[in-house]
C-alpha cells in the first residue's frame, strides 16, 4: 500500500505559478514511477505529467510542456509539480498517482495503482 497526499494547490491569477507536492508514505517511494493528472469540471480526468522512478527521464502532456515541470526528491518521498505561466484552462483538481514499474510511466489512469485525494487548483482571469 502507497499513501499519497498532496498540498499546494489553491487560487492565482493567470500568468502566476503554483508548486503542487505529493507527499508518498507506505512502499518503497523509488519503486514508483510518479503522475500528475487533473480533472477539471464536467470533464475526464486527464494526464499531465510524469517520472521514472529514477527521475532521470519526465513526460508532459502537449498542453502543459514547457510550463510546468515535474521532479521528485526519493529522499523525501516527494514528487512536485511545478505550474508556471498559468492559464485559466488549467483550473482543475489535480492529482498524483503511482505505479510500480521501472520502464518509462504511462499517460493511461487504468496504468497507476495509488492515486491522492486531489487539490484544487483555480486560476482566475
Known sequence: QVQLVESGGGLVQAGG????????????????????????????????????????????????????????????????????????EDTAVYYCAADRTKFPPSRILGAYDYWGQGTQVTVSS
Open 17 to 88: 505559478s503554483l508548486r503542487l507536492s505529493c507527499a508518498a508514505s507506505g512502499r518503497t517511494f523509488s519503486d514508483y514511477a510518479m503522475g500528475w493528472f487533473r480533472q477539471a469540471p464536467g470533464k475526464e480526468r486527464e494526464f499531465v505529467a510524469a517520472i521514472r522512478w529514477s527521475g532521470t527521464s519526465t513526460y508532459y502532456a502537449d498542453s502543459v510542456k514547457g510550463r510546468f515541470t515535474i521532479s521528485r526528491d526519493n529522499a523525501k518521498n516527494t514528487v512536485y509539480l511545478q505550474m508556471n505561466s498559468l492559464k485559466p
